[in-house]
C-alpha cells in the first residue's frame, strides 16, 4: 500500500562527479524502487543540460537511443531504465532540457508575463526549473520524486539546475530535500588500492556550488575498503553511513539489493524522515535472480546502422535480456554493423547461420540500409527467426518485394524518392512537415490484431497499445501482391490506415512491427514479440 507523503513531496536530487558514464541513471533507478518497494509513491526526472528542446534530434551513437513515452516525447535513454525498474510509464515531463527551460522562459517574456522585469538566470530561469518540478509532483500526487541532473559537476550547463536545486532545499527545508552524489574511487594497477581523491575533489566543487551532500554513492569494482570510507568521510564531512558503496553487480536490476545492503534507504530515511525504511522485495528479488542464473544462452544477431555505441540499442538490448531471463537463457548478442553486408559483403552473410536468431532494429537514412535487407532476406530463405522492429520492419517488406514477388526495382521513397515501386512510403500527413523535431508519427497508438495469425498467438490479445517513433509506412498499394506471395500483414492501426504487424506463418519465426515493442518491454514481464522471438530462436 502506498501512502501520500503528509507534507507535500519530497525531493532526491542525484547529481555526478570525476566523469561521465558512473552510473548516475541505474542508482536513480535503484533509489526509485527502493522507495517503491517501501510503500511510497515515487517517480523520476531525467536533468539534461543540453540546449537541444529534446533527444529526437540527437544522433544516437553520439548520446545514445532515443526513449519514447506513450505521450510521445523524444527522451534521454534514462527515461527508459526509470520506466524498466519502477514499471511506471513516463511522460515527456520527465526529461527537462535546458532548451525547453529557456523556451518557456523566452514565451512567458514574449507574453509579458515577467511585467517589464528584466528576465535573469536567477529569480526566472531558476523558477522555471522549480515549478516544472513542483508541477509533476503533484500532479502525479508523488511521496517523494528522485531528480537525475545529466552531465558532470563543474559543467557550465547544469550551474542553473544545481542553482535551482540548491534553492529548493532552503525552500523546503532539510528533511524534505536530499542530495545524492555519484562518485568514483578507482583502483590503479601500479598501486592496488580505492583512490579516494577524485571523490574529494568531486565533492569539493559541488560544494562550491553550495551544495553539501548528504549521500555519496561511490562506484567502484569492489566494495569499497573500510579505509577508503572513512577517508572519504572525513575530507567530504559526510557521515561513514552515509558513504554508499556502489560495486558492480552481475545485473543491473541487483543493484537495488546492493545499495540496501550498504544502507541506503536507512540512510534516506533517517535524513528525510520517512516512516518506513525497509523494503516489500515481493517478487523483485525472484526477478532479479532469473538474471544471474541461466541454464545455457541463445545467440543473437542485432544488424544495425548504429552499432559502434551498443547505448543505441539499449533498449532492444534489455528486451532481449527480459525475454531470455523469463526462460532461463543468457543472451549473447553479436552486433554488426549492416554496412558489412554491404558492397561486396554479402559473402559474409554466412555467420548469420551461426547466429540463433536475426533482430534488425530502428534506423534511418540510406547508409546500411541494404546491409539490412541482405539480413533479413537471408534470414527468411535459411529459415533463421527474424525480428524487425520499425526500419526492420520496413526493410524486410522491401527485401520481401524485391525477392519474392519480384519487384526487383522495389523500395523505401527515404532511400530512394524516386523508386518505381515505393512499397515503402511518407505517411501522407508528413508530406508538408519541414521540421525534423518532434513532427514523426509518435507515442502510443492502439493496435488491432486479425485473429488466428501469428500475432494473435504472440499476444493473445486482439488489440495492444505500442509505441511509434517513424515518418513511412507500407504502401498498402501493394497490400494483394504480399499477401499472394505469402506476406501476412496480421495487424492494423488508425482504421486500417496503417500496417503495424507482419508475419510469414510457414516460417520458423519471422515477424516484424512497425512500433518499437522494445520500449513496452519490463524485467519479469518480457514484451511479447521479443519473448517470441527469443523463444523460437531458443529452439534453433
Given at each position: ?286 526477478v532479479t535472480e532469473s538474471f544471474t542464473k541461466y541454464g545455457g544462452s541463445v545467440r543473437i544477431a542485432v544488424v544495425g ?25 543468457k543472451i549473447e548478442v553479436q552486433w554488426i554493423d549492416s554496412e558489412r553486408f554491404e558492397n561486396g559483403g554479402l559473402s ?193
Amino acid at each position: 500500500m502506498q501512502s501520500k507523503a503528509q507534507n507535500g513531496s519530497k525531493f532526491i536530487f542525484v547529481t555526478g562527479g570525476v566523469m561521465s558514464g558512473l552510473g548516475k541513471g541505474v542508482t536513480t533507478s535503484s533509489t526509485a524502487k527502493l522507495l517503491q518497494l517501501a510503500g511510497y509513491r515515487v517517480s523520476c526526472v531525467k536533468i539534461d543540460p543540453y540546449v537541444n528542446y529534446d533527444a529526437g534530434t540527437m544522433n544516437p551513437v553520439a548520446h545514445g537511443e532515443v526513449f519514447v513515452t506513450d505521450d510521445g516525447g523524444e527522451c534521454d535513454m534514462d527515461i527508459g531504465n526509470y520506466e524498466r525498474f519502477i514499471d511506471t510509464a513516463m511522460t515527456k515531463d520527465h526529461n527537462i532540457t535546458t532548451g525547453r527551460v529557456y523556451n518557456n522562459v523566452i514565451l512567458a517574456e514574449r507574453e509579458g508575463k515577467y511585467l517589464g522585469q528584466c528576465v535573469q538566470i536567477i529569480p526566472h530561469v531558476t523558477d522555471e526549473i522549480k515549478n516544472a518540478l513542483r508541477n509533476i509532483a503533484n500532479e502525479e500526487k508523488l511521496d517523494i520524486m528522485v531528480v537525475e541532473c545529466g552531465g558532470t559537476v563543474g559543467d557550465i550547463e547544469s550551474l542553473p539546475f544545481l542553482e535551482a536545486f540548491r534553492q529548493m532545499e532552503l525552500e523546503l527545508g532539510q528533511s524534505n530535500t536530499l542530495f545524492i552524489h555519484v562518485t568514483l574511487a578507482p583502483v590503479l594497477d601500479v598501486v592496488g588500492e580505492q583512490k579516494t581523491k577524485p571523490t574529494q575533489h568531486s565533492v569539493q566543487e559541488l560544494r562550491r556550488i553550495g551544495i553539501q551532500p548528504d549521500i555519496l554513492a561511490v562506484r567502484c569494482k569492489m566494495q569499497l575498503s573500510d579505509d577508503a570510507r572513512r577517508k572519504i568521510s572525513l575530507f567530504a564531512s559526510v557521515e561513514e553511513k552515509c558513504v554508499i558503496s556502489c560495486h558492480d553487480a552481475p545485473s543491473i536490476y541487483k543493484v537495488p539489493e546492493v545499495l540496501e545492503s550498504q544502507g541506503m534507504l536507512k540512510a534516506i530515511s533517517e535524513r528525510m524522515v520517512l516512516r518506513r525504511s525497509t523494503p516489500h522485495w515481493g517478487n523483485w528479488r525472484t526477478v532479479t535472480e532469473s538474471f544471474t542464473k541461466y541454464g545455457g544462452s541463445v545467440r543473437i544477431a542485432v544488424v544495425g546502422k548504429y552499432v559502434t555505441l551498443p547505448d543505441s540499442y539499449v533498449s532492444v538490448y534489455h528486451a532481449l535480456s527480459h525475454a531470455g531471463a523469463s526462460i532461463g537463457k543468457k543472451i549473447e548478442v553479436q552486433w554488426i554493423d549492416s554496412e558489412r553486408f554491404e558492397n561486396g559483403g554479402l559473402s559474409s552473410l554466412s555467420m548469420l547461420k551461426d547466429c540463433d536468431g536475426v533482430l534488425a532494429p530502428g534506423g534511418f537514412g540510406r547508409r546500411g540500409s541494404e546491409g539490412i535487407m541482405a539480413a533479413a532476406n537471408f534470414a527468411r530463405t535459411k529459415n533463421i527467426p527474424y525480428l524487425g522492429i520499425c526500419f526492420g520492419f520496413q526493410l524486410a517488406i522491401v527485401a520481401f518485394a524485391r525477392h519474392v514477388c519480384k519487384l526487383h526495382d522495389a523500395n523505401s521513397t527515404e532511400l530512394d524518392p524516386n523508386t518505381k515501386n515505393p512499397v515503402v512510403d511518407f505517411m501522407p500527413e508528413q508530406r508538408n512537415v519541414h521540421d525534423m523535431g518532434g513532427t514523426m508519427r509518435l507515442g502510443s497508438h492502439d493496435i488491432a490484431i486479425a485473429p488466428k495469425t501469428v500475432a494473435a498467438r504472440v499476444y493473445g490479445l486482439t488489440e495492444v497499445k505500442r509505441r511509434h517513433r517513424h515518418r513511412y509506412e507500407f504502401n498498402q498499394k501493394y497490400l494483394d501482391i504480399v499477401n499472394e506471395n505469402g506476406l501476412v500483414l496480421s495487424a492494423h492501426s488508425d482504421s486500417g490506415r496503417r500496417m503495424e504487424i507482419l508475419e510469414m506463418p510457414n516460417h520458423r519465426f519471422y515477424f516484424a512491427v512497425q512500433y518499437h515493442a522494445e520500449f513496452n518491454s519490463r524485467p519479469g514481464k518480457p514484451e511479447q514479440a521479443f519473448d517470441a522471438f527469443v523463444k523460437a530462436a531458443a529452439k534453433s
